[in-house]
């Protein structure tokens, strides 16, 4: 039994009980048991077989479906799991070469594979997805069918493509290519072209430029509008245009949310953090890059953790008992991971297979709208923003993770946070108290938007556009599971790009913000 039914987020539809019935109860005297067995399966089908009006649903799921998996997975290693990892969010709690290579920051060759690939080609994926099912719609614009809702189809297209744009810059190097599919009848290899590689900026604009077009359609044929804002304000804010990016969110209400759903009916639909956390692959981090006064790596996934650490990089997930990251152990194994000589901590706004991750939100809009604030000088409108949604956290914390299950403060008293005031003191230069007041901003969006697919992102930023080394930015210095952490920031485009002739790998730098 499943919890919920959906069909354009990545759910199945179950076929109507009166029909199985009705099937159920043909005569076996008419029944031409060869042909029973010649079932086509829909995962199987042939692109030019989706070449009429009635494809364009099912094109249009496809597509967003894609974006799901490559975003946030199909219960599996994506985006969602990688940006943590790679960032200060998740450490690596397996044996697994590819996820201790995106932990310690010293990713594998290409050749080699990275937990990052997948989510690659189906960003990738959803990507054509959309381009081909665009290019469907104008092909049987006429059909009344297709008609009915082909602006609204065109601009949730457009979205999933803005999205695919963002999410690669964000987490992938500055040398993306872009291959050119064919957008209608089979898809020949031979005919594919090698597109240009982008840098972060391009590909920031190039998403900027998508969202614009599903955004121009009204709202009253877009009921997925404020999500292209949102996605544009996020180019906007990776590009360094911050009263751009406010703008773009203006007037958004905070309690919007626009879930990326996911269902406990099959693993492919499962969420990935729940599945991967729960088989103890990953767990809630604490002061990555940190020592202690004597010197000594402040282990992540210490039991009692703390709030402080020397150094650290990594912001206390878990030592700050924040109601936004509540976080559990992995009880039915004494809290231990899949690797013994590591403990699992999870992450409890993800509690079970069924819960859905957040895309995009008007906490995200007001967060976007608080760093336009700081970089035009309103340190008091930037707290202002900021201390609204702290005095709302019962309420959005709910809204984001309709699923939660609340650790801090314990039920059933309900999740409360206390007024920030401006860290900034008068003693300060004016560099100082704008890194002040920057550090406090960061870590609100950290502990917002916890395990959402933003911590990468934000960190590449601070060095891009902050002028931070990616060393002061992502974890440095000791890693617990020995040696040290690596240079990497972004994840390797992969190996099978290498038939793409307009590709050059020495042009995609992973240390590079």
């Known amino acids: 039994m499943t919890r919920k039914h959906t069909t354009a987020r990545g759910g199945l539809r179950p076929l109507p009980r009166l029909l199985l019935a009705g099937l159920a109860a043909l005569p076996l005297a008419a029944c ?5 067995v010649q079932v086509e399966d829909p995962a199987q089908l042939r692109p030019d077989q989706f070449n009429n009006p009635a494809s364009v649903p099912q094109l249009l799921n496809g597509s967003l479906r894609q974006l ?23 450490y690596w709690g397996d044996t697994f070469t590819t996820r201790v290579a995106a932990d310690q920051r010293v990713l594998q060759p ?56 963002v999410t690669l810059s964000e987490g992938w190097c500055s040398a993306v290519p872009f291959t050119e599919v064919p957008l209608t009848g089979a898809v020949d290899p031979t005919k594919l072209v090698g597109g240009r590689p982008l840098t972060t900026a391009e590909m920031n604009d190039t ?23 949102i996605g544009q304000a996020r180019a906007h804010l990776n590009n360094g ?27 492919s639909q499962n969420n990935p953090i729940f599945q991967l956390q729960s088989n103890g692959r990953y767990g809630v981090s604490n002061l990555e890059g940190g020592v202690t006064s004597t010197g000594a790596v402040v282990r992540p996934d210490i039991r009692v953790p703390a709030a402080t650490a020397v150094g650290a990089e990594g912001i206390a997930f878990r030592g700050l008992q924040d109601p936004r990251v509540p976080w559990r152990g992995r009880l039915s194994n004494n809290n231990v ?23 995009a939100s008007g906490v995200e809009a007001r967060l976007i709208e608080a760093e336009a604030a700081l970089q035009g000088g309103n340190a008091a409108g930037m707290l202002t923003i900021l201390n609204a949604l702290r005095a709302d956290v019962a309420a959005l914390t709910r809204v984001l993770y309709p699923d939660s299950r ?48 933003h911590r990468q992102g934000d960190l590449r930023r601070l060095v891009r556009h902050y002028g931070l080394t990616s060393a002061q930015a992502f974890p440095s210095g000791p890693y617990f599971r020995s040696g040290n952490y690596g240079n990497d920031v972004a994840y390797p485009v992969p190996f099978n790009e290498e038939n793409n002739t307009n590709f050059q790998r020495s042009q995609c730098s992973t240390t590079q913000a």
């Open 32 to 36: 031409d048991t060869d042909r029973l």
């Open 68 to 90: 799901i998996g490559g975003y946030s997975g199909f219960g599996d290693d994506a985006f969602l799991s990688a940006s943590g990892v790679i960032s200060d969010e998740l």
């Open 110 to 165: 290409a050749v080699l594979g990275n937990i990052s690939d997948a989510a690659f080609s189906r960003l990738q994926s959803a990507r054509t997805n959309a381009l081909r099912s665009i290019a469907t719609i104008e092909r049987f614009n006429t059909d009344p069918t297709v008609a009915a809702t082909a602006d609204r189809d065109r601009a949730l297209l457009r979205t999933i493509e803005g999205y695919t744009y």
């Open 207 to 229: 998403a900027v430029e998508r969202f614009t077009r599903a955004i121009a359609v009204p709202a009253a044929a877009n009921p997925n509008r404020n999500l292209a804002r």
């Open 241 to 267: 245009r911050f009263a751009a990016a406010a703008a773009a969110v203006n007037g958004i209400p905070t309690t919007y949310v626009f879930h990326l759903e996911h269902s406990e009916t099959n693993g």
């Open 337 to 359: 991971c899949f690797s013994s000589s590591v403990l699992c901590w999870l992450n409890n706004n993800y509690p079970t297979n069924n819960s859905d991750v957040p895309l």
């Open 406 to 453: 609340q650790t801090f403060p314990a039920p059933p008293a309900p999740p409360s946070l206390n007024p920030l005031t401006d860290p900034a003191t008068s003693t300060m230069t004016t560099a100082e108290q704008f890194a002040a007041r920057r550090a406090l901003l960061f870590q609100e969006r950290a502990l917002w938007l916890f395990n959402t697919g």
